[in-house]
Nanobody
Framework: HVQLVESGGGSVQAGGSLVLSCAAS????????MGWFRQAPGKEREGVAV????????????YYADSVKGRFNISHDNDKNTVYLQMNSLKPEDTAMYYC????????????????????WGQGTQVTVS
């Protein structure tokens, strides 16, 4: 049974930074697609950043939504099976519930940032930028 536990959300002023963490347990594969999605009130859930955690670290690759490129950075700690999202230069439009997601194969498709197809989801952590 795969569990994803998110942490690190909170309130911050515009221009500030936050780091989100998502720890996975019960995932038995060595590679996968893990990352972050967000949903603002009244809007659809959208992909923010995902990372392909390859068996060989050199094969890992990250994907970002255009709206966060240059401001957010996603990384993965294989030993801890944890993915991090460093969010810098935060804007009020970044305010949303952020969800961690994991799937074995999504990063191998043409649309890794698509919400559809992810097998496992966390409960979410709120990020508020004022």
């Amino acid at each position: 049974h795969v569990q994803l536990v998110e942490s690190g959300g909170g309130s911050v002023q515009a221009g500030g930074s936050l780091v989100l963490s998502c720890a996975a347990s019960g995932y038995t594969y060595t590679a996968g697609c893990m990352g972050w999605f967000r949903q603002a009130p009244g809007k659809e859930r959208e992909g923010v950043a995902v990372i392909y955690t390859a068996t060989y670290p050199g094969d890992s690759r990250a994907y970002y939504a255009d709206s966060v490129k240059g401001r957010f950075n996603i990384s993965h700690d294989n030993d801890k099976n944890t993915v991090y999202l460093q969010m810098n230069s935060l804007k009020p439009e970044d305010t949303a519930m952020y969800y961690c997601a994991l799937d074995r194969l999504r990063c191998l498709t043409a649309t890794p940032l698509s919400v559809q197809g992810y097998s496992h989801w966390g409960q979410g952590t709120q990020v508020t930028v004022s």
